[in-house]
């Protein structure tokens, strides 16, 4: 007999949400499905997802809820409110936030749903739209380890590489110093670009022969190639990113530590973000070097 697949929501249905869904649907778990704009859930329900009015609907038909949404007000809102993910989640059952958020935020959405007779895990995630495309993201859970079992095979339909890192907090810890290796990594990145230009090399050969010895990394092999041809549309958007290094500089500061690379790195993400660029791709700090160059010249 075929065991009877464990019923999913998922909450969030952005550039990434949609394909992480599309993988759990196609393995053969109902599905149901909420997003604020209702559209983008069409593909979806074509495919035979169930759409739900709101978030506290979603969790009252699943055994498993996952959320990935923007910020952690919205985190706040769709888990602690009344009538919210916790207060309808049937007794027993998981709820998992993908959503890069605090992890003291994460730590409190434990406990209350603790409290109820519900498991909550942190599951932040990293790899794009790319590794959600391909179901090769990279997943970092904090939460207890009879949860994490038992939502693992779920998680495998989205990611290739799946930790539990500790306890609740620990997975949202884990994608700061994540968010933290890729802003100084950008930085580099755009030098590397921006110099090579300066020089008076064709900056694409450079990355042909840098991005096979030792600065190799996807950041330049996979993003520097699409600063050069000025590509910005968005795997990730500058303003999610914007929000994960203040996350991550409050986080630096509560624990004392300085990081000016991280610093630096946002100063120059907020100003694209001024200047109108936050609903592009984190590459997208080329255009911050590609001004200086000019005034320089």
Same mark, same amino acid.
């Given at each position: ?23 759990? *649907? =196609? +393995? ?7 997003? %604020?704009?209702?559209?983008?859930? $069409? @593909?979806? #329900?074509?495919? &035979? ?55 003291? *935020? =994460? +730590? ?7 409290? %109820?007779?519900?498991?909550?895990? $942190? @599951?932040? #995630?990293?790899? &794009? ?169």
């Amino acid at each position: 007999m075929t065991e009877k697949k464990l019923s999913v929501g998922f909450i969030g249905l952005g550039i990434m949400g949609q394909h992480m869904a599309g993988h759990i *649907l =196609a +393995a053969g778990h109902p599905l149901n499905i909420y997003n %604020r704009t209702r559209a983008k859930g $069409d @593909a979806l #329900v074509a495919r &035979g997802a169930k759409w739900c009015d709101g978030p506290g609907a979603v969790a009252e038909a699943s055994d498993i809820t996952i959320t990935i949404v923007g910020y952690p007000a919205d985190v706040e809102q769709i888990y602690l409110s009344e009538g919210g993910l916790i207060a309808k989640a049937r007794p027993g059952s998981v709820l998992i936030d993908m959503t890069t958020s605090s992890p003291a *935020l =994460a +730590a409190k959405i434990a406990q209350v749903a603790l409290a %109820r007779g519900v498991s909550a895990l $942190d @599951a932040p #995630v990293s790899g &794009g739209d790319i590794g959600a495309k391909a179901g090769k993201l990279a997943i970092m859970l904090g939460g207890d380890p009879e949860s994490f079992e038992r939502v693992l095979p779920v998680l495998e339909l989205m990611g290739g590489n799946i930790a539990l890192m500790g306890k609740a907090g620990a997975g949202q810890h884990t994608k700061m110093a994540n968010q933290i290796a890729i802003a100084s990594t950008m930085l580099a990145v755009a030098e590397s670009i921006s110099y090579a230009d300066a020089a008076g090399l064709e900056p694409m050969q450079v990355l042909k022969v840098i991005g096979t010895g030792a600065a190799s990394s996807f950041l330049l092999n996979g993003l520097g190639p699409k600063m050069v041809d000025e590509d910005f549309a968005p795997g990730f958007f500058i303003h999610h990113f914007v929000k994960d290094m203040t996350i991550a500089l409050n986080e630096a500061e509560r624990l004392g530590l300085d990081l000016p690379g991280l610093a630096l790195a946002r100063s120059l993400y907020l100003k694209l973000v001024d200047e109108g660029f936050g609903e592009e791709g984190t590459q997208a700090l080329y255009r911050a070097y590609n001004a200086i160059h000019a005034e320089a010249r």
